[in-house]
């Protein structure tokens, strides 16, 4: 795939970038791991300063930045600004907590003094996915920046203003340029970074196929590494929920980002009790939603990111049809230019459809109806996906098995799953292994190291 902006509204080629030579990934290398062993030795009252600033350029210049996502991926612009404001927040959680969490820890044992110090590895190489191109980046970035090391970001191909806005911002803060630094680089050469011996860990967002890549390389060089892969999110609704505040939630939760994010929910469990209410102001809710130009503030949806993308879910929606799923709106591409894809509801999912077994990265909701909370466990669990999880009840024995039997990384009870800067985030099974976010996230990319003294 071309590194380039294609405005996914116009189908329009704005701009091509040619990827980096061998020598211009060396020099940036080099770069990287000469400013690491200055900038590791400075203080955390230092990095805190740049990092505040980082987060007053990114509130200061919201627009901007929000308009070349928007340009270049595809979000509705008034959801592209909550993703920069978002940004400076993490921003200003590391910058009031990194010394905290990383402060020396004194424990007892047989020395006359032992404790566990946090040093930061290096060079951490970070593959970003597309579809929150600022967010994904910040919330790897800061932490790693904050607790000294820096960073190298391979930036999905679509996005390449994106990742180039990011390291202005950096630099603009004030760090050193090599604390930060974008590589416009193929898939192809990710390998050879990631190789490299002052290259110490990598952080990848993106499909199960990505991660298996880079999870491979990494293992052959014994180095660590972070997946935060796809999801498949139940978001279970019992009979003792509030169903008219579910119904509202369900559609965010579902339509967020044009239906493309990673936590999005995407397979409606119903208890039996209350499947028709629940699906029927769905239904008149998802009718509402406005579909056009993503710059236009009254649009809910604007078009999915890639051509790719529109045909990989029209080929998912059109195989489940088939095999006998019914379609209660939407279910074909929009027509004209755009990756448009409607906001579309399919019911009575066959068990061998893609509807069942595969994630779908557009705003389409998948219903499903269950006897109980049993029941509706079974079937969260069914997916090769662990990411998040949303259940819905006033119930506290379904919520307690919820939480005790949902195999996922987070489980949130009568509330959308998100991110927060504050949380641990991240899956487990095929949805990858290791966290981001919280002092759980910031300590993936440091030295754990023992001090024994006698």
């Given amino acids: 795939m071309a590194i380039a902006t294609v405005n996914p509204t116009t189908e329009e080629t704005l701009k091509i970038f040619t990827p980096l030579t061998a020598e211009e990934i060396e020099k940036k290398l080099h770069l990287a791991e000469t400013t690491f062993q200055q900038y590791r030795l400075t203080s955390f009252a230092h990095r805190r300063e740049k990092l505040l600033k980082a987060g007053e350029i990114l509130e200061n210049n919201a627009r901007k930045w929000a308009e070349i996502i928007t340009l270049e991926m595809g979000k509705p612009i008034k959801q592209a600004l909550a993703e920069i404001k978002k940004c400076a927040l993490v921003c200003r959680y590391y910058a009031e907590n990194a010394e905290s969490f990383l402060k020396p820890k004194t424990i007892a044992s047989d020395a006359s003094y032992s404790a566990i110090n946090y040093q930061p590895l290096g060079i951490i190489l970070a593959v970003m996915p597309w579809n929150f191109p600022f967010w994904q980046v910040l919330r790897f970035a800061v932490p790693a920046l904050m607790a000294g090391n820096v960073g190298l970001l391979k930036h999905a191909s679509n996005v390449p203003q994106c990742a180039n806005a990011i390291a202005s911002i950096f630099l603009e803060a004030g760090f050193p340029e090599g604390v930060f630094q974008s590589l416009l680089i193929t898939s192809n050469q990710v390998e050879g970074v990631l190789r490299d011996k002052r290259v110490k860990a990598v952080t990848l967002t993106g499909s199960e196929l990505a991660g298996r890549k880079v999870a491979s390389v990494a293992g052959d060089e014994l180095k660590k590494s972070v997946l935060e892969l796809g999801g498949s999110d139940p978001f279970i609704v019992t009979k003792s929920a509030n ?66 993308i529109l045909e990989d879910i029209v080929q998912q929606v059109d195989e489940t049809i088939a095999k006998g799923a019914k379609v209660l709106i939407g279910g074909k591409p929009l027509e004209g230019k755009g990756y448009f894809y409607p906001p579309t509801i399919l019911t009575d999912i066959p068990i061998n459809s893609p509807g069942m077994n595969e994630e779908f990265f557009a705003p389409v909701a998948l219903i499903f109806t269950v006897k109980n909370i049993e029941e509706a466990i079974i079937l969260a669990n069914s997916t090769n996906f662990g990411l998040g999880a949303s259940i819905w009840t006033n119930n506290q024995t379904e919520i307690d098995l919820a939480v005790r039997d949902i195999e996922a990384g987070s489980v949130f009870i009568n509330g959308m799953v998100k991110s927060d800067p504050r949380l641990p985030f991240g899956g487990i099974k095929r949805s990858g292994y290791g966290r981001e976010l919280s002092m759980e996230g910031m300590l993936e990319f440091m030295n754990i190291k023992t001090v024994w003294q006698k």
């Fill in 243 to 308: 169903i008219e505040e579910a119904v509202k939630v369900a559609v965010t939760a579902r339509t967020l980002n044009n239906g493309q994010s990673c936590i999005a929910a995407k397979r409606f469990i119903l208890e039996d009790a209350i499947a028709p209410k629940f699906t029927e102001l769905l239904l008149q809710e998802y009718q509402k939603l406005k579909i056009g130009n993503p710059f236009d503030e009254t649009v809910d949806i604007g078009p999915l990111a890639t051509a790719n």
